[in-house]
C-alpha cells in the first residue's frame, strides 16, 4: 500500500535517501529539456541532494544541455548513440547527454524522468516512451498536466508507474500542505496559489525586459502574467482535489495577507464542492495555501487560543515554492515508496480554455501559450465541454474559421485543427472515460 494511503509522514522519504547514499544505490535521473528550469534543476541534483544523481540530460539543441551540464559542475559527459551505450556511461559514473529522448527513456541505468520542456506533443511521446519501459515520471510541464494529466495517470497505473506533478511548483506545495492536513484530521475545503499580478493582455512583447534580466524565455514569463499559467496549475490541483473552481477563472480576491481567504471565499461553494483558487497581492507573495473548516465549537476554541483565527474557516500556508529544490522529495516518494506527489484521481474536474487577448479575423493562426494571441482560463470541465471550448495547450496552429472578438471563448468549431497525432488520440479518450 503506498504511503499517500497509509496517511504516513511524506518525511520519511529523507531516511531512505540517506539510506541509497550509504549503499551507493543512488536513484538516477534523467531530465528531458535544458531550458530555464531544466537548468535549475539540473544545478540542483548535480549538489548532489542525498541518494539522488543526475543521469542523463536530452534536449534538442545540445548546446543548451552542454550549458546546463557546465552550469552544474559537470565537465564531462557521453553522447550515447543508443539506451546501451547510454547504460554503459552511466554505470561508468559518467552522465549522457543527447537529442533523441528514446535513448534515456530506454536506458536501463535510469530510474525516472523529469519532463521539463513545456511542449506537448513532444512531452507526450516522452511520457509514453517511458511508461513502455516502466520508467516514472515527474511532470515539470502544468502545459500537458492540465491538458491531458487525467489519461496518462490513467496510462502510467497500467504500467505500474508513477506520473506526478512536482513538490516546489504550487500544485505540489498544495497539496503537499493538504496531505498534511488531512492526516492530521482537517478537512480542507480550498486550495491555491498566491499570485502578484494578473494582465490577461501582457504578450511576449511587453514581457521581453524582464524575461532578459531573469534568463527566461518571453512566451513563458508571459504565460506567467495572462493568467495561463495559473489556470494550469489550478487545473492540475483541481484534477488531484477534486475541487471545482467557483466561476471561469476563479474569484482570485484581493488581500493584504493570504489569511484573509478565510472569509473572502462563498463559503457554500468551499463546502458544497471544494473549491482552487488564488489570493492576489497576498503575503507572503509567494507560496501556497490550504482552507480548512472546522465546525466543532471546543475545536474552534482551541484553535483559536493557537492564534489560527476565530473560524470556522481557517487558512495555513507554506510561504515559499522552489521548484529546483523541492523536486528532490517527489523524486524520492515516487521511486522509493511509489507515491505520487499530485496527480489526477479520476477523471478531469476542471481544464484551461482559450479566450482572445485581442480581436481577429478568420484566417488568423493562434499562437499558443504565452503568445499574442489568448490567454487560458481555467473552468469546470462540465461547463468548458458545453460550449465546446478548446483547451488552450492544443490551440497552436489552429487557424480562425471566423472573426473572433477580444475576451471571446474560442470553440472547436471557431478553429481548423492541425494534425497532432498521440495527442489527439488521448484527448478523445480522456473525453470517453
Known sequence: MAAAQRNEPIMIVDTALQ??????????????????????????LATPPPGIRLAAIVNRTLEHGERAFREAGMMEWRC??????????????????????SVVAGCDAVDVIIEATGTVEYATGVVLAAFEHGKHVVLVNAELDSLLGPILKARADRAGVVITHTDGEEPGVAMTLLRYLRAVGLRPVAAGNLKGMVDHYRTPETQRNFALKYDQEPRKVTSFADATKLSMEATVLANATGFQAGRRGMYGPACEHVREMAKLLPADQMLDTGLVDYALGAAPHTGAFVIVYEDKPLKRAQLGYVKMGDGPFYVFYTPYHLPHIQIASTIGRAVVHGDATVASISGPVCEVITLAKRDMKAGESLDGVGGFCAYGLIDNTASARAVEALPLSLSENCMLRSDVAKDQVISFADVEEPARGVVDELWSEQLAR
Open 19 to 44: 539510506e541509497r547514499e550509504k549503499s551507493s544505490k543512488p536513484i538516477r535521473v534523467g531530465i528531458i529539456g535544458a531550458g530555464a528550469g531544466g537548468r535549475a534543476i539540473a544545478l540542483q
Open 80 to 101: 550515447p548513440e543508443s539506451p546501451r551505450d547510454a547504460e554503459l556511461a552511466i554505470n561508468g559514473g559518467i552522465p549522457v547527454l543527447t537529442d533523441d529522448p
